[in-house]
């Protein structure tokens, strides 16, 4: 796959924001990150933006503007061109992102995981990650019965509920139960 401009979309790109709008008259758009820290957004000099088509946007000035991330991108001169981005996604490479410390890791890292209880059972998979403010939430999707519609789990993402996270077998053993 290949940018609007030619150039190559790399295999590794990670969805970390949208743009919300645009910030002030000299063509500075608002972001709302995916991730409290947007530290990826931080370390990238190049994101990716698939409005109209998926390319690569050099960013030239970034700051963050209270839960918002306000930037200044190549090309992007006036409200009406940065108006013109509002919905766009943000990718940036995961090569971008900086390191982790040992037990820690990106949210996106653990959608897919399968999830079980201490029992063994399996309860589901990680669908995605809410942050309610307090503490993170796990988005577990229950495997839907014949006939029926499938639902979800929300487990709190804190050392009492979450006892295990295994990167490497993609696994996160929870003390839960699917009534609570």
Do not use: C
């Amino acid at each position: 796959m290949s940018g609007s401009a030619g150039i190559a979309v790399p295999d590794d790109l990670v969805l970390v924001a949208h743009v919300t709008g645009a910030f002030g008259i000299a063509g500075w758009v608002r972001l709302r990150p995916y991730s409290e820290e947007a530290s990826a957004l931080f370390h990238a000099k190049t994101w990716w933006v698939d409005k109209p088509t998926l390319h690569d946007v050099d960013v030239m000035q970034l700051r963050a503007q209270g839960e918002d991330v306000v930037a200044r991108l190549m090309g992007i001169g006036d409200r009406d061109a940065a108006e013109a981005l509002k919905g766009a996604t943000i990718q940036v490479r995961r090569a971008h992102f900086p390191p982790l410390e040992d037990n820690e890791f990106y949210w996106v890292d653990l959608v897919g995981h399968t999830v079980e209880n201490l029992r063994g059972e399996l309860m589901g998979e990680v669908s995605g990650l809410l942050d309610n403010g307090a503490h993170p939430i796990l988005r577990v999707s229950l495997p839907a019965a014949e006939g029926q519609k499938s639902s979800e789990l929300l487990i709190p993402f804190v050392e009492q509920y979450v006892t295990e996270v295994d990167q490497t077998a993609k696994r996160i053993t929870v003390d839960w139960e699917r009534d609570y």
